[in-house]
């Protein structure tokens, strides 16, 4: 293991002090099995994901070269063991950490008044005299009325205050988007020359969209094809931004972002070698290209079976379907029957 695997960011899992996420509904987890079994199912499992599928920290991980990107180095230093494909594992060694809060967030209490001198008011806080010889729904009435005034409600960012070493750039995703956008760009990293409408369409992006047919030639007169690029397009263009900003510590944030035309992650000694190993060079397949293959190449297969309800004809030797299915995945056939 490397030695940032090994940093000091690494707590024991049998602390019984419960840890804060801001990416978990209810935000704590007292018991570390459910804490783990949640973070799989929420938006920390597509940062992991996203994470693995940045060329950048491949290549670091594959050459041990120093990131000269101040805030890639930092991201690729605390993101941990990224060569592990179990995010179970990742979690329980690193995510557990860097996803936690330093603080618990703020609660209401009551003021003691016998000890009022020695209360620390905070700043971002609001105080009231509440008389409690009124009724609960008129005090309720009155403190609503003093919030709307005051406070910032739905425009709230949360997210400001988080002081997790990796923390949410907003909280106002939806993870299915998320998880959308992370197939289709995969999909694009392992078929480089597939039709971006065919992507939408093995990942049954628009269902309704009926599209497979052995007649190539309407592809370019039905403007249900134009439709479904346009989809797949706005995922795979979104999820790039995704990716570099994840490299950045920064995510969910599929915000346009533009690296400047003459950057170099590795400094200009290793650039060449590094646009080699992911394929910016030569028309053969790379060393990045290779990997992903071997890495993600099955996943993305089961995906595509399970979205098209495949699975289990999938299983049948010799049916006409698992016959057809590598062809129909590299967009060579749209028909599997």
């Not at 995945?329 to 029957?337: E, M, N, Q, S, V």
Request: proline share 4%; aromatic share 12%.
């Amino acid at each position: 293991m490397d030695a940032y695997q090994t940093k000091c960011y690494k707590l024991p899992m049998t602390s019984t002090k419960p840890r804060f996420y801001k990416g978990l509904t209810g935000f704590t987890r007292s018991d570390n099995e459910v804490l783990a079994n949640d973070a799989e199912d929420s938006i920390y499992r597509w940062w992991w994901e996203y994470l693995r599928l940045s060329p950048v920290f491949w290549f670091a991980r594959e050459t041990g070269h120093a990131l000269v990107d101040a805030q890639m180095a930092k991201t690729y230093e605390l993101a941990g063991n990224l060569k592990t494909s179990n995010f179970r594992r990742w979690w329980e060694e690193t995510g557990v950490n860097i996803f936690a809060e330093a603080k618990l967030p703020a609660k209401v209490i009551a003021l003691d008044l016998e000890k009022l001198n020695e209360h620390p008011f905070k700043e971002k806080a609001l105080y009231l005299e509440i008389p409690l010889t009124i009724r609960k729904a008129t005090i309720f009435k009155q403190v609503r009325k003093i919030l709307n005034e005051l406070h910032d409600g739905r425009d709230l960012d949360v997210t400001a205050t988080a002081n997790a070493p990796f923390k949410l750039h907003t909280k106002r995703y939806r993870l299915r988007v998320i998880e959308l956008e992370y197939w289709v760009l995969l999909y694009r990293l392992l078929y480089e020359d597939i039709r971006v409408w065919q992507i939408g369409d093995r990942l049954q992006l628009a269902p309704h969209l009926k599209l497979r047919t052995s007649e190539r030639r309407l592809e370019s007169r039905d403007k249900r094809f134009n439709q479904l690029n346009s989809l797949t397009g706005r995922y795979l263009y979104k999820a790039r931004f995704t990716l570099a900003h994840v490299e950045r510590r920064s995510f969910p944030n599929g915000n346009k972002i533009i690296a400047p035309g003459d950057f170099m992650p590795f400094g200009e000694k290793y650039h060449q070698d590094y646009l080699a190993a992911i394929g910016k060079i030569d028309n053969v397949q790379s060393s990045w290209q290779r990997c992903l293959q071997d890495e993600y190449s099955v996943s993305l297969k089961y995906e595509i079976a399970r979205r098209n309800r495949l699975t289990e004809q999938l299983k049948l030797p010799g049916s006409k379907i698992r016959q057809k299915f590598p062809d129909f995945i590299a967009g060579k056939t749209d028909l599997l029957d």
